[in-house]
């Protein structure tokens, strides 16, 4: 799995927004610690980015509230294409645990595209990477794939 | 200063975004900070009489993945007292050590945070690295890396060989001599002391008065610890430290902090030391009597307490679940309230918030007329770099 | 260890200082008692404990019992080390009561989030505005009242 994102990388160095939609957090210190030296993707050239306008792709996670929903449209918007959405944790998916909650509003593929779906409560770091580099064997021809993609 | 005609300048009236404080700030300095919690509210307490206990067990876990073992800690030990089940000696023992590890876990991932909010890039890295070895204990020990479902009614889901005490313990071992060099870090350090030394001040009588719990409450050296005044789990019977320190300040909670994963270690290796033999497992009802009982466990943030009413049945009839976040609020209002915007960054997290730094704040400039959304991150970045 | 019956003569204790104001008494645990109070006699009742070192509100319950809706104070008393439950109930039809904010500051955003999710107005509460609800939660909706279902479930 290692050499397949060096090569992909060696290509192209795909920046990453990281929007934490809310939740137990769970799956987001499991996201940051896909950069620690333990599995140390930033060896891979995949950077974390503050800003939507530099990122190529949306690493997303969380409960999706009314009010996150509308702040996610609105940075997807705001990226640049070509533009992919890594969605992590069930709670993204589908709602997880929290499914019928009255907080939770709709899962991210209602909210935008999503290319890769990353299942798990939360998934551990290395289901996380091989995501990634399903998203990026993906988008190896450039433009995002139109199959498989929910609108 | 007038406070009506503010709301003027960049931001869109349209464009809500959701913000956990609202700030009022005149040139550098706060005047005033209002909280707002509601973005990320999901209906948890609602959701919980709908569910079974059993159920419930999985669905307070992710009330906090950060913590998830405090939670379900708390939320069995209460429906345990409300049925009057005792869980068995082996099984107190091994819930304090995943808790302690849990305690571990999140200290140093604030520590990591704070480090990085300091321009320390390496120190976080470290400090995430060594983490992983918690991470790998816990794996070992609950099967999970993080939400470890290991609590359960009436005990713990899985039992610990002599193997897997012995993989612990040379951890834990390795893990203090790391601390070693964390502790002179943050003691020591130059950057840390300029910024965190008198920054946040939370007077002792305020931390009372305000109910300030947990790190927060110790650092402004009050000596309460659930573990040690209303003990659960195997506590009552393994000694460990309280750790306070005097300096009210964004160090001294830090610090404590530092402290309590040297004591953490040491309860960890006393309890593995001495696990007392027997089943790791009391037998629990699927319908739980009528009644109330409310529970109370050392959080690493803070006291957190659960009260559930139960009219018998197998759903509980109220869950209420208070996080120790919630408690430290008002407490972090006063602590940046009438301080510069520059240590806002710090102070908010030197109560260890269960919100990122990728969280928004609403800042209301009343010099300026201007109100605007910011992130505590672009805050240290804009403001950091000036004390 | 703490000696047997603690938790009584802790309750013995709380009598003599509030007699029958204290309309029930219960032992929920080691360290843990609940006493029922009528409305108004809650502040009462939070300001003798001060004298067991009960200054430190964990968190205030609310729930809707059907005719009532009940309110729990829990105390944590320092020098006693006793969690206190300290119940009162209101009626749904007009659920007022007095804060407590002004005997322990720390009591604020406990009473906020109540009144988000019950609509337990809280007389002098110095906190306006949603604290738990996104703000454009609809006024009067109280998410855990028994009769309000989510979407989902109507």
Avoid at chain 2, 65 to 94: D, F, K, M
Avoid at chain 2, 249 to 256: E, N, Y
Avoid at chain 2, 292 to 312: F, Q, T, Y
Avoid at chain 3, 114 to 134: H, N, Q, S, T, W
């Amino acid at each position: 799995m290692m050499e397949r994102l060096a090569t992909w990388c060696r290509l192209k160095s795909p920046w990453i927004l990281h929007i934490n939609a809310g939740g137990c957090n769970g799956c987001d210190i499991e996201i940051l610690a896909a950069l620690t030296p333990r599995y140390d993707v930033e060896r891979f050239g995949i950077l974390l980015k503050p800003s939507p306008r530099h990122a190529d792709v949306m690493v997303i996670a969380g409960v999706m509230t009314r009010q996150i929903a509308e702040r996610v449209k609105r940075v997807y918007e705001q990226m640049p294409e070509p533009k992919f959405v890594l969605a992590v944790g069930a709670c993204a998916l589908t709602g997880g645990v929290f499914q019928n909650c009255y907080g939770q509003a709709m899962r991210v593929d209602q909210i935008i595209p999503v290319d890769v779906y990353v299942p798990g409560c939360p998934p551990k770091p290395e289901a996380i990477i091989d995501g990634v580099v399903k998203l990026l064997e993906k988008a190896k021809g450039g433009a995002p794939a139109d199959e498989g993609r929910r609108e | 200063m007038g406070t009506a005609d503010l709301i003027i300048g960049p931001q869109h009236p349209a464009l809500h975004e959701p913000e956990r404080f609202v700030l009022k700030l005149d040139g550098e300095y706060v005047v005033d900070v209002v909280p707002r919690i509601g973005y990320v509210h999901r209906g948890i307490e609602k959701a919980a009489e709908l569910r079974t206990y059993i159920q419930d067990t999985y669905l307070v876990e992710r009330i906090c993945g950060i913590c998830n073992v405090s939670h379900s800690l708390v939320y069995v030990q209460t429906v345990e007292s409300l049925q009057g089940t005792e869980v068995p000696p082996r099984a107190a023992y091994l819930r304090a050590v995943v808790h302690e590890l849990n305690r571990v876990h999140s200290h140093l991932l604030l520590l990591g945070v704070v480090g990085e909010l300091f321009g320390f890039d390496t120190l976080f890295m470290y400090l995430w690295r060594d983490r992983e070895l918690v991470m790998d204990v816990v794996e070992s020990i609950t099967g999970n890396r993080l939400i470890s479902a290991f609590n359960v009614l009436g005990g713990v889901a899985r039992d610990v060989d002599q193997s897997q005490v012995k993989e612990a313990k040379k951890a834990m071992e390795y893990l203090r001599g790391r601390m070693k060099f964390y502790k002179k870090a943050f003691a020591e350090d130059p950057t840390v002391e300029k910024r965190s030394k008198g920054v946040g001040i939370l007077k002792p009588s305020s931390a009372l008065d305000l109910c300030a719990v947990g790190p927060v409450i110790r650092g402004s050296g009050i000596k309460t610890d659930i573990r040690a005044d209303d003990p659960y789990a195997a506590y009552g019977e393994i000694p460990f430290n309280v750790i306070t320190y005097d300096t009210n300040d964004s160090w001294a909670r830090f610090m404590v902090r530092v402290d309590e994963i040297f004591e953490a270690i040491g309860i960890i290796e006393y309890a593995l030391d001495h696990l007392p033999e027997g089943p790791i497992r009391a037998r629990f009802p699927r319908r739980v009597r009528e009644g109330e009982a409310v529970g109370r466990v050392e959080a690493p943030r803070g006291e957190l307490v659960d009260h559930i009413i139960s009219k018998g049945g197998d759903k509980p009839y109220r869950f209420k679940c208070r996080t120790p976040t919630l408690a430290n609020i008002l407490a972090a209002c006063e602590m940046i309230r009438g301080g510069q915007i520059a240590d806002v960054p710090v102070s908010l997290s030197s109560i260890d918030p269960c919100f990122a730094c990728e969280d928004r704040l609403a800042i209301i400039d009343v010099s300026k007329g201007e109100r605007y959304s910011a992130r505590l991150r672009d805050l240290m970045a804009k403001y950091g770099a000036s004390r | 260890m703490r000696a047997e019956g603690s938790e009584g003569s802790f309750i013995e204790g709380l009598r003599s200082e509030l007699g029958d104001r204290i309309l029930e008494a219960r032992v929920l645990g080691p360290r843990r008692v609940a006493i029922s109070v009528k409305p108004g006699d809650h502040r009462i009742a939070m300001e003798a404990l001060k004298k067991f070192g009960g200054s430190h509100m964990s968190t205030i319950t609310g729930t809707d019992m059907g005719e009532a809706i009940e309110i729990s104070y829990h105390v944590w008393c320092y020098q006693a080390k006793m969690e206190v439950s300290i119940r009162t109930g209101i009626p749904k039809s007009s659920p007022i009561i007095e804060t407590v904010s002004d005997l322990i500051p720390g009591s604020v955003l406990y009473e906020a989030e109540a009144r988000d999710l019950l609509g337990i107005e809280f007389k002098g509460l110095p906190y306006e505005g949603r604290l738990v609800l996104p703000e454009d939660w609809p006024e009067g909706v109280c998410p855990l009242r028994k009769d309000w279902k989510p979407d989902w479930l109507k």
